[in-house]
């Protein structure tokens, strides 16, 4: 049985720090592309950091380049992602996923499998 299970989200004020950890198992894990997606409500669900399954190929979308940082460990079959600089914008719940190939793929019909997600919120 495949499961994503994201942990690490809270309320923080603008400007703190975050790390949200994805945790998989039931998968090859070295031969899937992660994805961090969020969903904030009334909007779409947004790509925001994904890691190639080969480890080389990372994207982030514009309003958080710079701030955070995708990071996965191929022992643990876990990723991360480190948030820094959060603006009250970030707030959302986060999602990882997970798809069977090679790049990052942008939609996230393309990924195979997903976690439940994990609610961050950054006040003013």
């Known amino acids: 049985q495949v499961r994503l299970v994201e942990s690490g989200g809270d309320l923080v004020q603008s400007g703190g720090s975050l790390r949200l950890s994805c945790a998989t198992s039931?998968?090859?894990?070295?031969?899937?592309?992660i994805g961090w997606f969020r969903q904030a409500p009334g909007k779409e669900r947004e790509l925001v950091a994904c890691?190639?399954?080969?480890?080389?190929?990372?994207y982030y979308t514009g309003s958080v380049r710079g701030r955070f940082t995708i990071s996965r460990d191929n022992v643990l079959n876990a990723a991360l992602l480190q948030m820094n600089n959060l603006r009250p914008e970030d707030t959302a719940r986060y999602y990882c996923?997970?798809?069977?190939?090679?790049?990052?793929?942008?939609?996230?019909?393309?990924?195979?499998?997903w976690g439940r997600g994990t609610q961050v919120t950054v006040s003013s």
């Open positions: 996923a997970a798809d069977l190939g090679h790049g990052c793929p942008l939609t996230a019909t393309d990924y195979d499998y």
């Open positions: 039931g998968i090859d894990y070295q031969y899937y592309s």
């Open positions: 890691s190639s399954s080969a480890g080389g190929q990372t």
